[in-house]
């Protein structure tokens, strides 16, 4: 008897994932991409010898990645190289000092006792809180299907215990007295698209993911990570079309049946797995006729989380003394993330990322030079921002910036600039008001709130990636495609997988 099929929406870190599992499982595959390249959010720029990872930088449990490889008899190490980075991220203050976020706790400890020492004992209490919702939040509850009233039900009794009803900021506020030190343990929800004033403190699971697996780069770039799943999809019998949009997504008999491209081709599915945005998939991609809970007016409803404004660019001079990561902080925390997320204003002011991957890998630039990446938090596209007149300057004020207080001299050293704002995730990536992470991790929309990973209106449709449980980042992404194991039917007769012999890079 011949095989189901199963067709994957885009080709980001979810769609592959899921691409690998549903192979696995017994599905013959085939992904659709409506870029020229894989990746999604994770594709690359090259340009002059340089090389620009678009999106994900941060690498953290390493393990959901060496699965993929595992469930088809490969190792990761033959597709792609991971490396510790330490520090983590750098902290760098409006006054010139700085924090290292390290691994190693006695290192940690010795920070923050520089810093506040009163605050040592409040960090313990704060790391051993962060463990405890890890274990229930991610341990427990990342791969599960949350699509089920009964499932959070279960778990509120545990949410209670553990405060998740207070948000990320006020948790570590708990805890921590010094506001440096308070920010230096709160950002990290501004990774995957959260306001830690009011994102839910589960996302605290964050800051002890990062301690117990560490903060990882990819030789070669992330982009590598993609390559390597792609180079296994290959050897497994998947095809990843590139240049193939997806406009429609086919119901029959009240059950999703397949896709029509953006060209017509018409393409048959048992099972059709989205790693799009669900917010457009819902209102663009599937007919109001068969949507009886994601209504339009029900998607209008929700809260986009923030957008990015990122610049990339190379520098003909090197900056030995800048780590790896490095989080810039500016002179306001609370107001500036209120023009962000509330007001959804473009600030005077800002406080970055900045990504120097030649920090740990030289051949990401040319001989002598830096390729380097900047990141700014800035509203979605509600907020009116006409971005093709604002790239440019907003980006001279950015490197200003980054001039005064990092990199002395690179406004005169800059080569091969370019920019992504929200208008280019509203465009090319589909996303809805140009949000960089789907629905903001509020905790009306986390967990059961957030979109489910089985389809309330459509059958044999599923979701991975960061709008669907259990949210942004890469280990969230990569955990929603292991959700579609607990809900997706197996196969009574599968395609066996061929034979692997000599594959590897």
Same mark, same amino acid.
């Given at each position: 008897?011949?095989?189901?099929?199963? !067709?994957?929406?885009?080709?980001?870190?979810?769609?592959?994932?899921?691409?690998? @599992?549903?192979?696995?499982?017994?599905?013959?595959?085939?992904?659709?991409?409506?870029?020229?390249?894989?990746?999604?959010?994770?594709?690359?720029?090259?340009?002059?010898?340089?090389?620009?990872?678009?999106?994900?930088?941060?690498?953290?449990?390493?393990?959901?990645?060496?699965?993929?490889?595992?469930?088809?008899?490969?190792?990761?190490?033959?597709? !792609?190289?991971?490396?510790?980075?330490?520090?983590?991220?750098?902290?760098?203050?409006?006054?010139?000092?700085?924090?290292?976020?390290?691994?190693?706790?006695?290192?940690?400890?010795?920070?923050?006792?520089?810093?506040?020492?009163?605050?040592?004992?409040?960090?313990?209490?704060?790391?051993?809180?962060?463990?405890?919702?890890?274990?229930?939040?991610?341990?427990?509850?990342?791969?599960?299907?949350?699509?089920?009233?009964?499932?959070?039900?279960?778990?509120?009794?545990?949410?209670?215990?553990?405060?998740?009803?207070?948000?990320?900021?006020?948790?570590?506020?708990?805890?921590?007295?010094?506001?440096?030190?308070?920010?230096?343990?709160?950002?990290?929800?501004?990774?995957?698209?959260?306001?830690?004033?009011?994102?839910?403190?589960?996302?605290?699971?964050?800051?002890?993911?990062?301690?117990?697996?560490?903060?990882?780069?990819?030789?070669?770039?992330?982009?590598?990570?993609?390559?390597?799943?792609?180079?296994?999809?290959?050897?497994?019998?998947?095809?990843?079309?590139?240049?193939?949009?997806?406009?429609?997504?086919?119901?029959?008999?009240?059950?999703?049946?397949?896709?029509?491209?953006?060209?017509?081709?018409?393409?048959?599915?048992?099972?059709?797995?989205?790693? #799009?945005?669900?917010?457009?998939?819902?209102?663009?991609?599937?007919?109001?006729?068969? @949507?009886?809970?994601?209504?339009?007016?029900?998607?209008? @409803?929700?809260?986009?989380?923030?957008?990015?404004? !990122?610049?990339?660019?190379?520098?003909?001079?090197?900056?030995?003394?800048?780590?790896?990561?490095?989080?810039?902080?500016?002179?306001?925390?609370?107001?500036?993330?209120?023009?962000?997320?509330?007001?959804?204003?473009?600030?005077?002011?800002?406080?970055?990322?900045?990504?120097?991957?030649?920090?740990?890998?030289?051949?990401?630039?040319?001989?002598?030079?830096?390729?380097?990446?900047?990141?700014?938090?800035?509203?979605?596209?509600?907020?009116?921002?006409?971005?093709?007149?604002?790239?440019?300057?907003?980006?001279?004020?950015?490197?200003?910036?980054?001039?005064?207080?990092?990199?002395?001299?690179?406004?005169?050293?800059?080569?091969?600039?370019?920019?992504?704002?929200?208008?280019?995730?509203?465009?090319?990536?589909?996303?809805?008001?140009? #949000?960089?992470?789907?629905?903001?991790?509020?905790?009306?929309?986390?967990?059961?709130?957030?979109?489910?990973?089985?389809?309330?209106?459509?059958?044999?449709?599923?979701?991975?990636?960061?709008?669907?449980?259990?949210?942004?980042?890469?280990?969230?992404?990569?955990?929603?495609?292991? !959700?579609?194991?607990?809900?997706?039917?197996?196969?009574?007769?599968?395609?066996?997988?061929?034979?692997?012999?000599?594959?590897? @890079?």
């Amino acid at each position: 008897m011949k095989a189901p099929r199963a !067709v994957v929406i885009g080709s980001g870190f979810g769609g592959l994932a899921a691409a690998v @599992r549903l192979r696995v499982m017994g599905y013959e595959v085939q992904v659709l991409e409506a870029l020229d390249q894989p990746g999604g959010r994770a594709r690359v720029f090259r340009r002059d010898g340089y090389t620009f990872d678009a999106g994900p930088t941060v690498i953290t449990a390493p393990y959901l990645l060496e699965e993929l490889f595992g469930l088809a008899g490969r190792r990761m190490d033959d597709y !792609v190289r991971l490396v510790p980075v330490d520090p983590f991220y750098r902290i760098l203050y409006p006054d010139g000092s700085s924090f290292d976020y390290v691994q190693d706790e006695e290192r940690l400890l010795a920070q923050i006792a520089a810093i506040s020492p009163r605050d040592v004992e409040g960090y313990r209490k704060l790391a051993a809180h962060s463990e405890r919702i890890f274990e229930v939040g991610y341990t427990q509850l990342a791969d599960q299907p949350f699509d089920r009233a009964t499932t959070m039900m279960r778990v509120i009794p545990q949410m209670l215990r553990l405060e998740s009803h207070r948000t990320v900021y006020g948790l570590v506020a708990k805890y921590i007295k010094d506001e440096k030190l308070r920010q230096a343990f709160t950002f990290e929800p501004l990774l995957v698209g959260g306001n830690p004033f009011t994102t839910t403190s589960i996302y605290l699971l964050i800051h002890w993911l990062e301690r117990k697996w560490g903060v990882h780069f990819a030789m070669g770039g992330t982009g590598q990570i993609v390559r390597g799943l792609v180079a296994l999809l290959e050897e497994m019998g998947v095809e990843v079309r590139l240049n193939t949009p997806v406009e429609e997504i086919e119901v029959t008999s009240g059950r999703a049946s397949g896709v029509r491209t953006a060209d017509g081709t018409r393409i048959r599915a048992d099972v059709v797995v989205s790693n #799009a945005d669900p917010s457009y998939v819902y209102t663009r991609m599937i007919a109001p006729a068969h @949507r009886r809970r994601n209504t339009d007016r029900a998607v209008a @409803r929700k809260r986009q989380s923030m957008s990015l404004f !990122v610049a990339y660019f190379g520098s003909t001079k090197q900056f030995p003394q800048v780590a790896h990561h490095t989080i810039v902080l500016g002179n306001r925390y609370r107001g500036l993330l209120d023009d962000i997320f509330r007001r959804k204003r473009l600030a005077d002011d800002f406080s970055l990322y900045l990504h120097a991957p030649t920090r740990t890998d030289a051949s990401l630039a040319p001989p002598g030079h830096e390729a380097l990446y900047v990141l700014s938090p800035v509203p979605n596209n509600r907020s009116g921002i006409d971005w093709k007149r604002q790239a440019e300057p907003y980006f001279d004020r950015v490197l200003a910036e980054l001039d005064r207080r990092i990199l002395p001299g690179i406004s005169q050293t800059v080569t091969t600039p370019s920019f992504l704002t929200p208008d280019e995730f509203q465009h090319d990536l589909r996303s809805v008001d140009g #949000a960089a992470f789907g629905p903001e991790p509020r905790l009306t929309q986390s967990a059961y709130f957030r979109y489910h990973n089985r389809s309330d209106d459509v059958p044999g449709l599923y979701f991975v990636g960061a709008g669907t449980h259990p949210g942004g980042g890469v280990p969230g992404v990569l955990s929603s495609a292991k !959700v579609l194991e607990r809900i997706v039917p197996r196969p009574a007769h599968g395609a066996p997988l061929p034979s692997m012999a000599g594959a590897g @890079r």
